[in-house]
């Protein structure tokens, strides 16, 4: 088969190696030609690519309505092609917020109960990456983005952690991104398993034909499902019984929390031991850049939610949030409601510092419900964040935006907010 690969980030060289051991004649092309693309020759990308490939793979971050795409005469995402080659128990975790943590912990259990397991897909490494190594269990966590092309993929346990605000820079509207999160169960079939959060309202219906299991901070209405009490996890339906017991004596926040619950719903659904899910959530220091403590100083703490890059992470953060919040918002524009965000918790937030392409259109919507002001870079956010907290006061780095407009990524962003913290003492 001919086929093109288009991009030459990770995920484009990996399906790219992968193409050409399987035996295809692979194209590997871009828009732009890097400097140094390794040992795999690339070309720059023209209409006589997408005549002469019988398929076209493209990178996740490839807008589905570009022109060139309209060409081709078949298109897959690389998870749809990764999963045909691998035979393991697919795991498979999307949702808004969350995915990242929950599929960490689900891996971390798998591993912990002695079985082969490995992770991959939108966290690294890309899925294709696994098709040499073919483990038994494969945990994936799964963006919007790759599930724009799939065609027959199909996760024996699909979970859905929520669905908020989110890419509504990408997509034509919110149906139509709730459209590219729920696609994922489509193809699942009797014998396989959706776990969905019981409190979402946009997952009240999905297709496919897999049996259903929710979850939600509250026991779900009826059927097979978990949920707390207390620190505890309980399950309900056929699964009933006592689950492991979360970490006591650190604030978890509700995000992290909710992690903790679907993984130790997934152990579960496997048959393994609650012992292991506890052992692992004692053990567990979260991911670096989710609500993420960096330091106190003079009773101000400081808090690293980089990640946060939608309304609905944000919502999160805050709603775990006890005494006053100093706010740091802001990057790259997604069109999320903030005025939202300031009404709920108005009560919490002493103030709102804005930053990045976002600021304004911030500050305009929040100002006449707290406190509001610009900042021009990080640096100058923390100081004047410093400045106004007293003792008891948290500043939240949590900015609801895409980071791209500042920063390489919500990775480099929370770098430079710690760095800005310690430059203080």
């Not at 692979?26 to 400097?35: A, T």
């Not at 966290?123 to 494969?138: F, G, M």
Request: aromatic share 6%; hydrophobic share 40%.
């Amino acid at each position: 088969m001919r086929i093109v690969v288009w991009g030459t980030g990770r995920t484009g060289l990996d399906t790219a190696r992968e193409m050409i051991r399987q035996g295809h004649e692979v194209r590997l092309v871009d828009e732009k030609v890097p400097r140094q693309s390794g040992e795999l020759p690339v070309s720059l990308l023209k209409e006589d690519d997408m005549k002469w490939a019988d398929l076209v793979i493209p990178s996740p971050g490839i807008p589905r309505f570009h022109s060139m795409l309209g060409r081709a005469k078949k298109v897959l995402s690389e998870i749809e092609v990764a999963a045909r080659l691998l035979t393991g128990t697919l795991i498979a975790v999307t949702g808004s917020n969350g995915k990242t943590t929950t599929t960490t912990l689900i891996h971390r259990i798998l591993t912990r109960a002695g079985l082969d397991a490995s992770i991959g897909g939108n966290i690294s490494p890309p899925l294709i990456s696994l098709v040499e190594r073919n483990p038994q269990y494969i945990v994936a966590e799964i963006s919007s983005f790759q599930l724009e092309w799939i065609e027959r993929f199909r996760p024996h346990i699909g979970i859905c952690l929520n669905i908020t605000p989110d890419h509504l820079d990408r997509y034509r509207d919110m149906d139509e991104y709730v459209f590219y999160k729920k696609i994922m169960f489509r193809n699942q079939q009797e014998d396989d398993i959706a776990v969905l959060n019981a409190a979402d309202p946009y997952l009240r219906t999905v297709e496919g034909r897999a049996r259903r299991v929710g979850f939600s901070f509250n026991p779900p209405s009826s059927g097979d499902g978990a949920f707390l009490e207390g620190s505890r996890v309980c399950f309900q339906g056929s699964i009933a019984g006592q689950g492991p017991m979360l970490p006591e004596g650190r604030d978890l926040g509700n995000g992290l929390k909710e992690d903790m619950l679907v993984s130790a719903l997934v152990a579960r659904l496997l048959g393994l031991d609650s012992s292991i899910s506890q052992e692992v959530f004692a053990d567990f220091e979260g991911i670096h850049h989710r609500f993420e403590h960096v330091a106190t100083i003079d009773g101000v703490s400081f808090v690293d939610d980089s990640k946060a890059t939608n309304v609905g992470a944000l919502e999160t953060a805050l709603s775990g949030m006890r005494g006053p919040v100093i706010l740091i918002l802001g990057g790259k524009d997604k069109g999320g409601d903030f005025s939202h965000i300031a009404r709920r918790f108005s009560d919490r937030i002493r103030m709102v510092i804005a930053i990045g392409e976002a600021a304004g259109r911030i500050v305009q919507e929040v100002s006449d419900i707290v406190d509001a002001e610009y900042a021009s870079d990080m640096e100058q956010a923390v100081k004047t964040a410093f400045e106004r907290a007293a003792s008891g006061d948290t500043v939240l780095l949590s900015p609801g935006c895409a980071s791209f407009d500042m920063f390489q990524s919500y990775a480099h962003r929370g770098e430079v907010f710690r760095q800005c913290v310690h430059s203080i003492r």
